[in-house]
Nanobody, 121 residues
Framework: QLQLVESGGGLVQPGGSLRLSCAAS????????IGWFRQAPGKEREGLSC????????NYADSVKGRFTISRDNAKNTVYLQMNSLKPEDTGIYYC??????????????WGQGTQVTVSS
């Protein structure tokens, strides 16, 4: 069974950068589409980005487009989220999730435990 573990979160000043990692075990990550999500305090979970199995297609929410970049290294069983020009409103718990269907279906069956990102001066 696929298990996901996020890492790379932390405290960063506005305008700074972080790179989150989503490491997989128990199955071949390359068989899954991967999405990144964020849950800010008091808000619903928000889908940020998704990448298909061969990294030929990615998509982004308007709130992060141009600032965040999703990528994957299937040989390392890891997906990344590079976050630049961070804003205080990017604060939240970041989750990765895996699905066997396309990103468009928004169907994800496996979730990580999340990593906290705090953007503050």
């Amino acid at each position: 069974q696929l298990q996901l573990v996020e890492s790379g979160g932390g405290l960063v000043q506005p305008g700074g950068s972080l790179r989150l990692s989503c490491a997989a075990s128990g199955d071949i990550l390359g068989d899954y589409v991967i999405g990144w999500f964020r849950q800010a305090p008091g808000k619903e979970r928000e889908g940020l980005s998704c990448i298909n199995t061969r990294a030929l297609m990615t998509n982004y929410a308007d709130s992060v487009k141009g600032r965040f970049t999703i990528s994957r290294d299937n040989a390392k069983n890891t997906v990344y989220l590079q976050m630049n020009s961070l804003k205080p409103e990017d604060t939240g718990i970041y989750y990765c999730a895996a699905g066997l269907r396309s990103c468009a279906t928004r169907s994800f069956g496996s979730w990580g435990q999340g990593t906290q990102v705090t953007v503050s001066s």
